[in-house]
T-cell receptor
Framework: GESVGLHLPTLSVQEGDNSIINCAYS??????FIWYKQESGKGPQFIID?????DKRQGQRVTVLLNKTVKHLSLQIAATQPGDSAVYFC?????????????FGQGTTLQVKP | DAGVIQSPRHEVTEMGQEVTLRCKPI?????LFWYRQTMMRGLELLIY????????DSGMPEDRFSAKMPNASFSTLKIQPSEPRDSAVYFC????????????FGNGTRLTVT
């Protein structure tokens, strides 16, 4: 079945380094992708999104890259800080504009070492 | 804006008891979602509403689960009778334009059924 999946369950980086979190998707018709960050004890928080007519989108210290050819997207965090430690999810709507589901990947835990 | 507000934050109950979880979405958001999160299954969509009307409840596990949205500012998720396997964190989220816009999550209700 269709799914959104993550390559690695845990990523450990040194404070100040750049982080790259990857996500593979299986539905080639998908046209919208979202990244969420979930800190311990809190709900997922929207980080950045990208539509399929774009290859790249930048936010504050974050960049999302979309490669439709291989159905892969990544979240890059520049100068990773301790506050970036969290679980990161990619998500993808399945269905039509008024119905459907937002499917989340399993998540990647980002650990930032001081 | 206070964000999505859920109550209670924690609920501990005995098997067989009725549990009611509550959610106040962000004002002006027409879509409301109920998700369940467990280590084994990740984030699962249970049900979502558009303009107070249930659109997709296919994720509701069984008849023991029911959800209502009597008005635009309030929703409940009820489990009756509760079972130990219902133990999870339940999130409510709201959005402005459904699945193709960012979801804003509450901080969840951690339910423990003994």
């Amino acid at each position: 079945g269709e799914s959104v999946g993550l390559h690695l369950p845990t990523l450990s980086v040194q404070e100040g380094d750049n982080s790259i979190i990857n996500c593979a998707y299986s539905n080639s018709a998908s046209d919208y992708f979202i990244w969420y960050k979930q800190e311990s004890g809190k709900g997922p928080q929207f980080i950045i999104d990208i539509r399929s007519n774009m290859d790249k989108r930048q936010g504050q210290r974050v960049t999302v890259l979309l490669n439709k050819t291989v159905k892969h997207l990544s979240l890059q965090i520049a100068a990773t800080q301790p506050g970036d430690s969290a679980v990161y999810f990619c998500a993808e709507p399945h269905g039509s504009s008024n119905t459907g589901k937002l499917i989340f990947g399993q998540g990647t835990t980002l650990q930032v070492k001081p | 804006d206070a964000g999505v507000i859920q109550s209670p934050r924690h609920e501990v109950t005995e098997m067989g008891q009725e549990v009611t979880l509550r959610c106040k979405p962000i004002s002006g958001h027409d879509y409301l979602f109920w998700y369940r999160q467990t280590m084994m299954r990740g984030l699962e969509l249970l049900i979502y509403f558009n303009n107070n009307v249930p659109i997709d409840d296919s994720g509701m596990p069984e008849d023991r689960f029911s959800a209502k949205m009597p008005n635009a500012s309030f929703s409940t998720l009820k489990i009756q009778p509760s079972e130990p396997r219902d133990s999870a964190v339940y999130f409510c989220a709201s959005s402005l334009r459904g699945l193709w816009s960012p979801l804003h999550f509450g901080n969840g209700t951690r339910l423990t059924v003994t």
